[in-house]
């Protein structure tokens, strides 16, 4: 653990200020009228020592602070407006929330005015990838660094019930999870009765 610094202490909870606010406190309100009276005629005496130099400097660091204050007022006003303004168009565009999960093909969500970003006519040299006019080259394939080997066709039962041929693919698609997870049951089955 650090030592503790001398006069670090931030909470301010040292005897002598506790004692200052044990004595602020017992005073009455004849005397607290009494010490603020003659603060003002303290005041009043150092403002008239001073000399016009001193009042002008000291004035013109005051306008400085404020001027810097009111601008920082003002860029923090400013944030905070933009801020407002870009969670007010989100919201104007809320039509949009969670449309995928309503999507409809024959629907072109491309055209749309607010979401105007071309069609997919941009295509990748390297894996002919179909992408859109503003994405980045290498996103599809890393430049032709990525190469994914050609996808083999499934053994007949599973691809007639994968691409809808078969009688029974309706009920297979459905539930397809239920289908893999017992099938990998089975496998793990065979594999330990191997051992």
């Not at 650090?2 to 602020?24: H, V």
């Not at 003659?38 to 001073?50: G, P």
């Not at 009111?70 to 006003?77: P, Q, S, W, Y």
């Not at 005015?113 to 990838?129: F, R, Y």
């Amino acid at each position: 653990m650090p030592t503790k610094r001398k006069g670090a202490d931030l909470n301010r909870n040292t005897s002598k200020s506790r004692s200052l606010r044990n004595r602020r406190s017992e005073r009455i309100e004849e005397q607290i009228q009494q010490q603020n009276t003659d603060a003002r005629v303290r005041m009043a005496q150092l403002r008239q020592e001073e000399s016009e130099d001193t009042r002008a400097e000291r004035n013109e660091v005051i306008r400085l602070e404020q001027r810097q204050s009111r601008r920082f007022t003002v860029n923090r006003r400013r944030t905070n407006d933009q801020q407002r303004q870009q969670v007010h168009r989100a919201f104007t565009s809320d039509s949009f929330l969670r449309l995928a999960f309503q999507y409809e093909p024959d629907i072109e969500y491309y055209a749309h005015s607010k979401v105007v970003i071309g069609a997919m006519d941009k295509e990748c040299p390297h894996c002919h990838a179909l992408k859109f006019k503003n994405e980045p080259a290498g996103m599809c394939c890393a430049s032709g660094k990525v190469q994914l080997p050609e996808i083999e066709t499934s053994s007949e039962p599973l691809n007639g019930l994968l691409i809808g041929t078969d009688p029974d693919s309706n009920v297979f698609l459905k539930s397809i999870r239920t289908f893999m997870l017992s099938n990998d049951i089975v496998q793990s089955n065979r594999n330990s009765s191997k051992y």
